[in-house]
């Protein structure tokens, strides 16, 4: 029996689907709650999310403007974010099982927009080699808004790949609109936009016009709330910007980071050759948007490598290299059959040779990030100590402690960076301060009944400018230590101690 072409092409479809799904669902989803560890600018949006969801725009002492420099993710995606978290009680599951299918609709992104410019098998391939890779499972299995960012650039460069025209303009405009809507890193994305449209000035407008739009009623709505206080965050984030750029990616510093990013492994270096491939492929969306905003962050970070999380906006867009590569050689070899088949096999051994390397860390419960020594050193200690605060606290209380046990505390916390400009006392990423009136409560040492000290505050927090003071007042106070583990130690205030039985 003859079976209809597009019989065919629909059970190739569904099968490759299904292919995609299935490597998404072993990779992202055993141990998602607590594998990778909870990480500090994870725990810091589930917390602003889940409060933003529930209506309050807050960053935990303080109000939320959105754009100040601890906490500049955007209300768009902090709200989705804190939706999917409490719909699952307010728990990181929630929020982390949000983030993976973030990952997955990159994943069909590729392989459904990405036929039209590379072919089906290209794209299936390049879908895989971006859901196999280990920073993908590490970083989609947090809940980080660099993640709904880079979808929506993904989606932005998968139509820019087409031909200018009204349809492919608005599309490509929405996407870089989602990525507006979870990270002010989205304007990177919008110099190679424009280029890529440089001859038609009309394209500009349907490109930028959906984000101008967002930020227009975002901003107005935050300023109509806060007023002064988002110009003051607005002009603190500018120039703590362009500081980092200067310091990390001055002069030819920016050129080294780049050569030390893309050289980090044998990953980077083919989704590279494959970018320069479309080139000749005339798909030239895909390397002058991925190369520019990589050369963008790396500009402004040089640990990148280390912190992988933050070049996650661009990482989908990155992996369009590898359909490129494919179909560039599928191209040049097509009348070779015998060399093309030797070129299908050795290529689709890659995706299967990533899926066993990272698969027995999923199904383990093992993803380890490279920034590990700032994750959570063991989350069944912090929850053991959160059950112990919030046998003895309170919503009406507050406390000293950090974002990762924060999430799980009836009582209000108050990280140690915030509580040290209550004092008037700046530090990192707070240089200018933060007014009295900006606290939402009083976030003093004194009014704290505990004070958590875990892994994350030994290892960086107290490393911060001037938030040493906080431990040594507790030091001159004689906060005694009544609950000991591993990585985490709680100290009670002994204002709040009760008062010795008379001999």
Same mark, same amino acid.
């Given at each position: 029996?003859? =079976?209809?072409?597009? /019989? ?94 973030? %990952? ?75 990525? %507006? ?19 038609? @000035? ?19 709505i935050l300023y109509k709330v806060f007023g002064v206080w988002l110009v003051e965050d607005l002009e603190h984030l500018k120039n703590i910007h362009t500081a980092r750029g200067e310091s990390d990616g001055g002069g030819v510093q920016a050129f080294q980071n780049f050569r030390q990013f893309i050289s980090q492994d044998w990953f980077h270096l083919g989704l590279l050759g494959g970018l320069l491939l479309c080139i000749p492929l005339r798909r030239y969306a895909a390397p002058l948007v991925g190369l520019t905003v990589l050369f963008l962050l790396v500009r402004n970070r040089q640990n990148l490598t280390l912190f992988y999380y933050q070049a996650i906006v661009i990482l989908p867009v990155l992996c369009l290299g590898w359909a490129g590569l494919w179909r ?33 860390? /999923? ?14 050193? /063991? ?6 100590? %959160? ?38 006392? @700046? ?16 976030? /003093? ?7 958590? =000290?875990?892994? =994350? ?44 039985? @008379?001999?």
């Amino acid at each position: 029996m003859k =079976i209809p072409f597009g /019989s065919l092409r629909r059970r190739q479809i569904v099968f490759s689907v299904g292919i995609l799904i299935l490597c998404w669902a072993v990779l992202y989803l055993p141990h998602l709650r607590t594998s990778p560890g909870w990480y500090g600018d994870e725990t810091l949006t589930l917390n602003a999310s889940r409060d933003l969801a529930q209506g309050i725009p807050s960053h935990f002492a303080i109000w939320n403007t959105f754009w100040h420099p601890h906490y500049p993710y955007q209300p768009g995606y902090s709200l989705v974010n804190g939706l999917a978290a409490n719909l699952a009680g307010g728990d990181i599951l929630g929020s982390r099982i949000f983030n993976a299918c973030l %990952a997955l609709c990159a994943a069909l992104a590729i392989f459904f927009l990405g036929r039209h410019s590379f072919g089906s098998r290209a794209s299936l391939f390049a879908a895989l080699m971006f859901l196999a890779y280990g920073q993908s499972i590490v970083h989609f299995r947090m809940g980080n808004s660099h993640n709904a960012a880079g979808l929506g650039l993904l989606i932005m460069t998968l139509f820019l790949l087409r031909r200018a025209g009204p349809r492919n303009d608005w599309m490509a405009g929405l996407g870089l609109m989602l990525a %507006a809507g979870a990270h002010p890193l989205f304007v990177n994305g919008a110099l190679p936009a424009v280029l890529c449209r440089l001859k038609r @000035p009309w394209s500009w407008v349907r490109l930028g016009l959906p984000s101008a739009l967002y930020l227009v009623v975002s901003m107005a709505i935050l300023y109509k709330v806060f007023g002064v206080w988002l110009v003051e965050d607005l002009e603190h984030l500018k120039n703590i910007h362009t500081a980092r750029g200067e310091s990390d990616g001055g002069g030819v510093q920016a050129f080294q980071n780049f050569r030390q990013f893309i050289s980090q492994d044998w990953f980077h270096l083919g989704l590279l050759g494959g970018l320069l491939l479309c080139i000749p492929l005339r798909r030239y969306a895909a390397p002058l948007v991925g190369l520019t905003v990589l050369f963008l962050l790396v500009r402004n970070r040089q640990n990148l490598t280390l912190f992988y999380y933050q070049a996650i906006v661009i990482l989908p867009v990155l992996c369009l290299g590898w359909a490129g590569l494919w179909r560039y050689c599928e191209t040049r070899l097509r009348r070779e059959r015998s060399r093309l088949r030797n070129l299908v096999f050795a290529l689709g051994a890659l995706p299967v040779l990533l899926i066993s390397v990272n698969l027995p860390a /999923s199904l383990a419960g093992r993803v380890i990030p490279r920034n590990q020594y700032w994750v959570t050193q /063991s989350p069944a200690e912090v929850e053991a100590a %959160a059950a112990w605060l919030n046998a003895r606290t309170g919503p009406e209380d507050t406390l000293g402690g950090n974002a990762n046990i924060a999430w799980l505390l009836k009582a209000r916390t108050i990280p140690y960076m915030q509580m040290i400009n209550w004092y008037g006392i @700046p530090t990192q990423g707070y240089e200018n301060g933060i007014a009295r009136e900006r606290f939402r409560f009083d976030a /003093s040492l004194e009014n704290a009944k505990f004070a958590v =000290i875990g892994d =994350i505050d030994q290892r960086w927090t107290f490393g911060e400018p001037n938030v040493i003071q906080l431990a040594q007042r507790m030091e001159a106070g004689h906060w005694p230590i009544v609950w000991q583990g591993e990585f985490y130690q709680i100290l009670a205030n002994p204002r709040f101690l009760p008062a010795p039985e @008379p001999q």
